[in-house]
């Protein structure tokens, strides 16, 4: 679970809270019981982020002429490509 702190505490054991975040375990800073700052690993993506490969699979659908549009005009009711 995401440990959160106070700022004054975050100063004092700073040090403390880096290993922590180093070893994967994220910190939330909060001033006056509000959170302002999260605490993570450099390379590690924000949780809510971190997995965009395939979010519009199912809502989307490439053609399949998609790779030679333009190479030649179709007969979509003259909506292709005009050769001179």
């Known amino acids: 679970m995401t440990e959160t702190i106070d700022i004054d505490?975050?100063?004092t054991?700073?040090?403390r809270l880096l290993d922590k975040v180093s070893q994967g375990e994220p910190?939330?800073?909060a001033r006056a019981g509000k959170p302002?700052?999260?605490l993570t690993q450099f390379d590690s993506p924000e949780p809510d982020r971190a997995r965009r490969i395939g979010f519009?699979?199912?809502?989307i659908e490439v053609p399949d002429d998609f790779d030679r549009m333009?190479?030649?005009p179709n007969d979509g009711g003259g909506q292709g490509v005009v050769t001179p």
């Open 70 to 72: 333009g190479e030649e």
């Open 36 to 38: 302002v700052a999260r």
């Open 9 to 11: 505490e975050a100063k």
């Open 56 to 59: 519009l699979k199912g809502q």
């Open 27 to 29: 910190v939330i800073i």
């Open 13 to 15: 054991h700073l040090a």
